[in-house]
């Protein structure tokens, strides 16, 4: 599909590399993961060549999830700070859900609800890593009820960012040409004039 030189560029091909590397690696997680979580999961694990397999990989791409996650993290933090106009959003929001055209307070790049999604992930990632890397038995010796208080807020985190996930995806999917922006890098001026108008005109200069 040609691009529409009109279309205004939201993301990077740095930066949907940065994204779509953390999305794969998470997606591996939660499979290798949910392997050991439950008996009735573990024959994910074959998708890894097998229980020893999957114990083996599940740390290293963790790691590489972690880091990845750190640089897009940086990336976006800036553009994801909550200020009074994003509370106001979220207040509306009730609203929105009864009826999706209700006015909207004015929102930046990001608006409340994907601000807060994205602090969310933050916190949950960092527990993530933090309790992963105490359950490293390879590299630690660590005693066994610092390693099962890890493996319980690990699980625990890891529940919470599964969840966050399956909402990201689902507003990805639900606002059509969110999608789209990841893909491509782009949106249509108006996408952006209606889900982003402060954004939008920061980035053409007020033109239509």
């Given at each position: 599909?040609?691009r529409?030189?009109?279309?205004?560029?939201?993301?990077?091909?740095?930066?949907?590399?940065n994204?779509w590397?953390?999305?794969?690696?998470?997606?591996l997680?939660?499979?290798s993961?949910?392997?050991?979580?439950?008996?009735a999961?573990?024959?994910?694990?074959?998708?890894?060549?097998?229980?020893?397999?999957t114990r083996?990989?599940?740390?290293?791409?963790?790691?590489?999830?972690?880091v990845c996650?750190?640089?897009?993290?940086a990336r976006?933090?800036?553009?994801?700070v909550v200020r009074?106009r994003d509370?106001?959003?979220l207040?509306?929001?009730?609203?929105?859900?009864?009826?999706?055209h209700?006015?909207?307070?004015?929102?930046?790049k990001?608006?409340?609800g994907?601000?807060l999604?994205?602090?969310?992930?933050?916190?949950?990632?960092?527990?993530?890593?933090v309790?992963?890397?105490?359950?490293?038995?390879?590299?630690?010796?660590?005693?066994?009820?610092?390693v099962?208080?890890?493996?319980?807020?690990?699980?625990?985190?890891?529940?919470?960012?599964?969840?966050?996930i399956?909402?990201h995806?689902?507003a990805a999917?639900?606002?059509k040409?969110?999608?789209?922006?990841?893909?491509?890098?782009?949106?249509?001026?108006?996408?952006?004039?209606?889900?982003h108008p402060?954004?939008f005109?920061?980035?053409?200069?007020?033109k239509d």
């Amino acid at each position: 599909m040609n691009r529409n030189p009109r279309d205004i560029v939201r993301y990077r091909a740095s930066e949907r590399i940065n994204h779509w590397i953390v999305a794969i690696c998470f997606v591996l997680l939660a499979l290798s993961g949910l392997a050991f979580f439950h008996p009735a999961f573990f024959p994910l694990a074959q998708l890894f060549g097998g229980g020893p397999w999957t114990r083996i990989l599940h740390p290293y791409i963790g790691v590489v999830m972690a880091v990845c996650f750190l640089v897009l993290a940086a990336r976006f933090a800036c553009a994801n700070v909550v200020r009074e106009r994003d509370i106001q959003w979220l207040k509306q929001v009730p609203k929105l859900a009864a009826d999706s055209h209700h006015p909207m307070p004015e929102q930046d790049k990001y608006n409340g609800g994907q601000k807060l999604l994205f602090w969310g992930l933050v916190i949950g990632m960092l527990l993530i890593t933090v309790t992963g890397v105490l359950m490293w038995r390879s590299w630690w010796n660590l005693p066994v009820d610092v390693v099962r208080a890890a493996a319980l807020v690990h699980a625990i985190a890891a529940v919470w960012m599964i969840g966050l996930i399956i909402l990201h995806v689902y507003a990805a999917i639900w606002t059509k040409g969110t999608m789209g922006a990841m893909v491509r890098g782009t949106v249509t001026r108006a996408w952006a004039r209606h889900h982003h108008p402060l954004w939008f005109r920061r980035m053409t200069g007020g033109k239509d």
